[in-house]
């Protein structure tokens, strides 16, 4: 049994801001307005409706996890963000199309009081849209203070003494980690002097580890995951997690492959096709934007079915990822799988999913998660990179000396037992032989 961590209580009211306040962000804002009312339950709410084991089976001990850990209540959440249009949550959830109007009238005065900041935007990042709403700055380092003022008075006006960041904007251009990125200082002076390889992703990030705000990037868009914005996560005492929602395809990929690979089936080709036509597929659309997603969908496969330790089963696997924009889907988006696999003396067999999913109803529930989890974090003193909060992303940020876990059931294990260590219980192992002797 671990020492119980010493976590601060969840008093007062906690800000969410998001940067991007489009279908996932909207739909997040309706969706705790809704369930506050009494008019929905919080269904794919781990931290709302998921329990925990604690002891062994014959203890019967299975409280909620929003029992077990002090979390805030969900009508103590306010909101807040950014987003390059000027249209308040109300209007920015009709143009997204995800809920029935019926839905959003009943809470429309609660989304009428949510508007978006102006963006820190450049169309270098996000090709597709013609931004209206944007913040005007000279360098790049006065749109990072201009966004650490927004997040300084948002506190301020709603009274706020805690408040968490979960990106939700548009998919930047696929950028991997360069000189600029590698150090806080190298990122600071990058800043200083505009360097094209600082994004808005970026900035926002940068912004909210340095105001002592938790921060995790929804999008696959590089952001908390390079040394400099870890560097300074880890100076601030500030948690940080990442990237990339885990919702329709992935979720259903990082379910099947661990159940492959336990019965050592072989695998030869998964092929992964979508269509969506909401505005992230209308960004998604770009080649450059388009290639950020690619690579986090593409890259969960390996770390599950660990290819170097059963070449024989994974070695030579064609796993190829298709996005394509449809408009006449909106937010509907659907997903086709066919996966080649091999059983006893090599016999092939196939496997198809056809997934009619809804992007953004399987994404806000992750967002209300990760709120309340990051805040969770910060008042039990747990700083940088949580990698307990893996369970909810494409592309988990880890220690860079350890291999991500994109196994869901792995992901799911390790976050339940890091709530029982941080409660000083015992950790569930599943080991069933003390029961027996
Ligand atoms: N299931 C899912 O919906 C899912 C899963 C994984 C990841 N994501 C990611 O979450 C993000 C949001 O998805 P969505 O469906 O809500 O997209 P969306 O297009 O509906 O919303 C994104 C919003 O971000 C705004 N934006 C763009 N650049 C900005 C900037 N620099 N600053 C502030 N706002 C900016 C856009 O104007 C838009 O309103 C995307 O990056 C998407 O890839 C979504």
């Known amino acids: 049994m671990s020492e119980a961590r010493e976590i601060k209580e969840q008093t007062g009211k906690l800000g969410v801001l998001m940067p991007g306040m489009g279908a996932v962000a909207t ?15 919080p269904v794919g709410s781990l931290t709302q409706l998921g329990t925990i084991r604690l002891g062994k089976r014959t203890e019967n001990r299975v409280p909620k996890v929003k029992e077990f850990v002090p979390l805030s209540e969900m009508d103590d959440l306010v909101f807040g963000g950014w987003d390059a249009f000027p249209d308040d949550a109300y209007d920015a959830a009709v143009l997204a199309g995800v809920l029935e109007k019926e839905h959003l009238n009943a809470v429309r005065e609660e989304l009428k009081e949510v508007k978006p900041f102006p963006a820190v935007f450049d169309e270098r990042w996000v090709a597709k849209l013609p931004a209206t709403h944007t913040k005007s700055y000279g360098s790049l380092r006065e749109a990072a203070e201009q966004v650490k003022e927004d997040i300084r008075s948002f506190k301020e006006e709603n009274g706020l003494e805690r408040a968490v960041m979960v990106n939700c904007a548009s998919t930047e251009a696929y950028a991997q980690p360069q000189k600029a990125h590698f150090s806080l200082e190298a990122f600071e002076e990058a800043l200083d002097r505009s360097d094209p390889a600082i994004s808005p992703a970026m900035i926002y990030a940068y912004a909210a580890i340095q105001e002592g705000v938790p921060y995790a990037n929804g999008a696959p868009s590089l952001a908390a995951d390079m040394p400099a914005l870890v560097e300074l996560a880890d100076e601030k005492e500030v948690p940080v997690a990442g990237k990339d929602f885990k919702t329709g395809q992935t979720l259903m990929k990082t379910m099947v492959a661990p159940g492959l690979k ?7 080709g998964w092929y992964s096709t979508n269509i969506l036509g909401n505005r992230d597929g209308e960004v998604l659309d770009d080649e450059k934007s388009l ?4 690579v986090s969908k593409l890259s969960v496969l390996q770390s599950i079915l660990n290819p170097e330790k059963n070449p024989e089963l994974y070695g030579n696997i064609s796993h190829v990822v298709n996005i394509n924009y ?11 799988d066919n996966i080649d696999i091999f059983g006893w003396l090599g016999y092939a067999m196939q496997i198809k999913i056809n997934f009619l999913a809804r992007d953004s109803i399987l994404a806000a529930p992750i967002v209300l998660d990760l709120a309340l989890f990051l805040d969770l974090a910060e008042r039990a003193g747990m700083s940088g990179i949580q990698e307990w909060l893996s369970f909810y992303f494409k592309s988990p940020m880890t220690l860079p000396e350890l291999y991500p876990e994109n196994d ?4 799911q294990m390790k976050l339940k037992n890091t709530l029982r260590a941080i409660k000083g219980e015992d950790l569930t192992t599943h080991l069933g032989l003390d029961y027996c002797e």
């Open 262 to 268: 336990a019965r050592m089936l072989g695998l030869a």
């Open 408 to 411: 869901l059931f792995i992901q």
């Open 291 to 294: 290639k950020s997603k690619e």
């Open 326 to 336: 449809y408009p006449p889907r909106g937010d509907s988006k659907e997903g086709w």
């Open 27 to 41: 739909t997040l804002v309706a969706g705790v307005e809704l369930i506050n009312k009494g008019h929905a339950e």
